[in-house]
């Protein structure tokens, strides 16, 4: 079982930074592939980003939704077992809970179900 805890969710005002961070086994990020989704209250988990394990030949390595493409980043840090999401230019469009996941496989997924584990959420909020 991976256990996984989201931290950095806040209040923010639109144009904004913040850092969200998640923390797990090591085991996990070294060879499954990790993510965040989001959801806002009344409406379904959608992707937000992702990272591979491993660099596949010809696979995808990371990945971004549209909508935060060029305003988030997703990086692993390997040296302190965590995955960061950099998000900037905030939008009070972005005002959800965020998630981190992993799956039982190297590879990155858009799909919610194809992703085994996950965190309890910690919720951002943009606003003036």
């Known amino acids: 079982q991976v256990q996984l805890l989201e931290s950095g969710g806040r209040l923010v005002q639109p144009g904004d930074s913040l850092s969200l961070s998640c923390t797990g086994s090591?085991?996990?990020?070294?060879?499954?592939?990790m993510g965040w989704f989001r959801q806002v209250r009344g409406k379904e988990r959608e992707f937000v980003a992702a990272?591979?394990?491993?660099?596949?030949?010809?696979?995808?390595?990371?990945d971004y939704a549209d909508s935060v493409k060029g305003r988030f980043t997703i990086r692993k840090d390997t040296a302190k077992t965590s995955l960061v999401l950099e998000m900037e230019k905030l939008d009070p469009e972005d005002t959800a809970v965020y998630y981190c996941?992993?799956?039982?496989?190297?590879?990155?997924?858009?799909?919610?179900?194809?992703?085994?584990?996950w965190g309890q959420g910690t919720p951002v909020s943009v606003s003036s």
């Open positions: 996941v992993s799956k039982n496989s190297p590879r990155i997924s858009r799909m919610l179900e194809d992703w085994n584990y």
């Open positions: 090591e085991h996990a990020f070294s060879h499954f592939a």
């Open positions: 990272v591979a394990a491993v660099r596949w030949a010809g696979d995808i390595i990371s």
